[in-house]
């Protein structure tokens, strides 16, 4: 079902009061009236028992309390003085209110009946005494003192102590506010704690420019400003205004504020007025909007000491001194959820063409970063446009070096170029300088270590403390031990800011591009050197960059894990730059790990690239090692033919050379060829070149090739259906794999070993080798290969009746096929465990 706000009684009546607040006193009075009139009179959720119903019954009944008492003091703000006579008994009779509001509704009544009959005034002061007894409200309880002392005068204004100005001066909001329910009710919440506990609330609102700071502020103010009778104060700031604007002086704020609450301030000195303002705070409940904060000495005069008044501070600052404090409420904004991004745009959209652009909406959502601000601007633009305009949108803002430009409202000060620069422009020239080399780095993020070799081409030795103050001010994110740019400000980084004006921004460009790129490749081969100890890479020594040590396989692939998305990006990166060594060296450096998480796609795109590289860089045996691993990639694949090919090249060029490398990389060459032959069914050809391979092996004392070369004259005798020679060879495969650190190797005798005595129908020991193989595997994260032989022991348990046993194999598969992105593999063993269940 899809209603609109206005179909559902209870949002409507929120929208009517949210929209009473920007309206004249009378015209407030006469939509409060009537949303009120919407409300059925047994009361919200009739008829739905239960305590749960019961607690969300009253909840509702305390809103519509907080209405009924601002629809009167609209009343009396409008002159309705007769109403407020005649109607007021009636008015809540049929809108019954809490003790609190009931008392704040008669306060509004005798306030009207005193402006006709002091004498009548008394009478009813009498009559409430007698029923009611004393009033609890402070505000009431004054009233009926000053009339009993007769030192009331009718016509003063009719809340705060009665006899100085309230002010109300929340700005009009600018644009709507959407994905924020969640931080607007603990913050309601916490203002409520506040208030209960009898102490001044503080809450920082902080966050990246145009990420909705000043919105929220606003709207929380608005929600919760009844239950702060002495007024609300607003000032902006100013903090990042821009050129040619300076940051508001504290000490002219607190002269204003003090000004607007009826307090004529004599002291010229700052500590002076503050001291002033925080005595008034003290017997006061008010609450006071600070927005658009620079840095904490803006602020920090103008907070409460004592009281119950709340102040919002917003800034694009975490203000350290501030936030520090366990008092303080920090609420730092994030972007806005997908859903709740795309619902800005679609509200400018008629129906008709909201339902053809969700391709382009989703993809306006990315390219806005899902910032409140930018969303907005570009809601503005698809407002009256048909697909194809709204298409084009996505077209504009997907080129990088233009899309800040579009994100600008001409005749009008919302813009995301404009806002950005003003938090650049307050930065020191280091922080500059690291944000623009950051936004060269490829991202998505970066750990420390690479943050850190940056200062080797910037700003050197205090790197850490200009990514400290980039982290203070919003612009680098700091998450799960990495730092990450929002795309926006990487592209405002990138192509806006100048870094130094010293050296030359091209050349400072490669310096950065290499300096990224050798980190990588340094740490990346670090973690290769431990998951495949067998291959060397012609790689250099590292010189200064910071180089991971990972002391086991479980570390290594655990740091690539983390860094793999960045390190795709840096060959990318690399080869933008025409830097062949770093594409070359850094995708071979990978594809061991990619074999272990089944990126095996990915490992051929970047193989291809490595391999032009290598023609112009590489030894032919180097090269020979290129075309085996991408060979390996597209065999592991399933593209059996053009593995084959591929391998064939590199079988080439190991050939006629009479060196220990060359015979090596022949023997390597040709267990792949003889691993494609198998696959494509020429057993033959299979065991020629596993035998082949073998006295090349032991020619060189390469032990692990001689036990990969025997495991796989084993598999190839196995498929023949020799099971007694295949667990000769296999056999004597895991027993020099064990004297050997190739703990794969090793898992791979164990597997084929199980699949022989699986075929010879002996179930236990089959089990016992896949159980000992699957363990490996489960250590080494290699989760295609695990994924297969739990997978066989499932077969195995069902075949034996065991399906409790069968099911918690096939859930671990269906959890390494979900880590390995394999969405059909996860349906088709899904369907199967529906099946045992």
Known sequence: MDLTDSHVDLLH???????SRDLSPFARFDVLRGVLERWLPDGPLRGLPGAGFQLRRAELLTERSGAVVTCVAAAWDAGEHEWLLKETEEFLERFPVDKKSDEQVFRYRLLATIERSLRAAKQLIKERKKTCGAPIDPELAQLFREISRNSHQAGRPRTGTLSQPIPRQLPFPERALHGRSADLASMCRYLAQCRAEGRPALILLTGLAGVGKSALATRLCRMV???FPDGTLYANLYGFAGEGVAPAEPGQVLRRFLSDMGVRAEAADLDALSSTLRTRLASRSLIMV???AAHVDQVLPLLPGAGTSAVIITSRYL???????????????EPLDRESAAEVLYAEMAPGVRNKCEAAVDRLVDLCGRLPLALSLIAGRVRNRPPQGVAELVTLLGKDHQRLRELHEPGRSLSMQLALGCSVRALSPGARWLLWQLAVHPGPSIDWDAAMDLGAVGPGHRTERFLTELIEANLVEFAAYRYRLHDLVRAYARHEV????????EELRQRTVRQVLEHQLHNVAACDRVIDPQRTLPIADPGVVRVVEPDTEERAMSYLDAEYETVLRGIDLAAQHDLGQYVWLTSMALVSYQWRRGRHAEAERLLRGALEASHELATPTQQAMVYRMLAASQIRSGSFELGLRNVEAAVRLSS?????????????????RAVG???CGDLQAAEDDHRRALRLFDAVSNSAGVAAALNGIGTVRHARGEHDEALRHCGEALRIFETTDD???RANALTTLAGIHASRSEREEALRLYERAARIYQGLSYWPNEAKVRFRIAGIQLSAGHTDAAVEALERVVVLREFMGDDTGVREVLEQLESLR
């Open 290 to 292: 600070l927005d658009d």
């Open 319 to 333: 203000l350290p001194d501030l936030s520090a404090d366990k008092d303080v409420r920090v609420c730092s904004l």
């Open 225 to 227: 400003e009844t239950e």
């Open 13 to 19: 009546f929120r929208d009517e009061v949210q929209r």
């Open 498 to 505: 100048l870094p130094n004006d010293g050296e030359p921004l």
């Open 677 to 679: 032959h198998e696959r």
């Open 743 to 745: 703990a794969n190797g």
């Open 656 to 672: 006629g050379r009479d060196d220990s490398s060359s015979r090596l990389s022949l023997a390597l060459s040709l267990h792949m």
